[in-house]
């Protein structure tokens, strides 16, 4: 009887060449949505974790204001490792380009890059020894202002009146999300141009004029209780972690990933739908082909599960193509936020996800099958 079941169902999917069709395609399109919006879900943190790769980002950041040394910093539990100190002003600066204005914070940076948790330039190249007028700028806030690499820019201090500056390059940092993420965003010049700007300023003294150092913790270690240990150590301090930054450059892919999962939602209705259609039409039109089985001893179950079998194996292969295509475009959802961080698109290959993209159509295929292939047995 297996054997016979068979046999129908390759004759039923050659005979029913354009239906068929019409239901593979619908399946995979409902299938490559569901699964473009679980692989950008899943992959929208991968673009940071290959620019702290790149980087060698440290996994928290303190802003240390008040007199603190990082001798305070390395002797917090937790921390094995603490990174040179570098100034960053954040008065209230800004550049405006036509009707855009960006707020900025300003790091001074040597010419030379340290090894731990640098700044990865994305365009152009790094400040030049002697570049007292070189500002690197951040990706993101530089496509919000349409600027380019080479472009002179007119900085607004608040000490020191308009400066203008050459932008040599872009660099994204592991340790601050980009514009639009964050505001304001970094800017770069070198520690004598800092000085320039903010004239008589004393950096590590207060809230504005700060000193930015990176750490690295025990793998494993919870940055709540290193929060808890510098505020009970260092008493005036501000620390972002890894973990936040990399949630808040999650959440610029929230609205494509929501409008994906209700896109692919509907998407699995309208093809659940279509498979009902597609079944029923095919009961109507084979009743004779359905008497016959009955009457050469098919039960009402073996009829209805060689319908369900038949369908469910057009609609596995096209899950399974759908799936495919969803996870291959995918980089293209993630090439805005990629781009921005200069590393490449690429969405992190994940089996569950597919598995679960697949499984999802196949058994929402069964279901709409179910009913009518039922009342043909």
């Not at 900025?104 to 890059?113: V, Y």
């Not at 790094?126 to 690197?136: C, H, I, P």
């Not at 098919?298 to 193509?321: C, G, H, K």
């Amino acid at each position: 009887m297996l054997k016979a079941t068979w046999r129908k169902i390759r004759a039923d999917i050659r005979t029913r060449r354009i239906q068929t069709a019409l239901v593979f395609l619908v399946v995979a399109a409902a299938a490559a949505t569901l699964s473009l919006a679980l692989n950008v879900n899943a992959s929208a943190a991968s673009p940071y974790e290959r620019l702290r790769e790149r980087s060698n980002g440290a996994d928290a950041w303190f802003n240390l204001a008040g007199g603190q040394s990082t001798d305070e910093v390395s002797s917090l539990p937790g921390v094995t490792h603490v990174g040179e100190p570098y100034p960053v002003s954040w008065d209230n600066y800004g550049i405006r380009t036509g009707d855009t204005k960006q707020q900025f914070a300003i790091a001074g940076l040597g010419p030379t890059l340290a090894e731990f948790d640098h700044p990865v330039v994305t365009a152009g190249r790094w400040l030049a020894d002697g570049g007292t007028s070189e500002m690197v700028m951040d990706p993101g806030a530089a496509d919000l202002l349409d600027v380019d690499v080479g472009d002179s820019v007119e900085l607004f201090t608040p000490a020191a009146g308009t400066q203008r500056f050459t932008v040599v390059g872009f660099a994204a940092t592991a340790g601050r999300a980009p514009a639009p993420a964050n505001d304001p965003a970094f800017a770069y010049v070198l520690p004598e141009t800092l000085q320039r700007v903010t004239p008589g300023a004393v950096f590590g003294a207060d809230d504005n004029h700060v000193m930015r150092v990176g750490v690295t913790l025990t793998p494993g270690y919870d940055p709540v209780r290193l929060f808890e240990a510098a505020n009970a150590t260092l008493g005036h301090f501000s620390l972002r972690t890894a973990v936040s930054v990399e949630q808040n450059i999650e959440e610029t892919n929230q609205f494509d990933v929501i409008f994906l999962q209700v896109f692919s939602f509907f998407a699995l209705l309208a093809a659940g739908m279509i498979v009902a259609n597609a079944v029923g039409g095919q009961v109507l039109s084979q009743l004779h082909d359905l008497g016959v089985m009955k009457s050469i001893g098919f039960t009402p179950r073996q009829v209805t599960m060689a319908l369900l079998l038949e369908n469910s194996a057009v609609a596995l292969s096209a899950a399974i193509v759908g799936a495919a295509g969803g996870y291959l475009l995918s980089p293209l959802l993630l090439r805005r936020t990629a781009d921005v961080l200069g590393v490449p698109p690429n969405s992190a290959f994940n089996p569950a996800v597919l598995i679960t993209s697949v499984v999802t159509v196949v058994l929402i295929a069964a279901l709409f099958t179910l009913i009518p292939a039922w009342r043909a047995g």
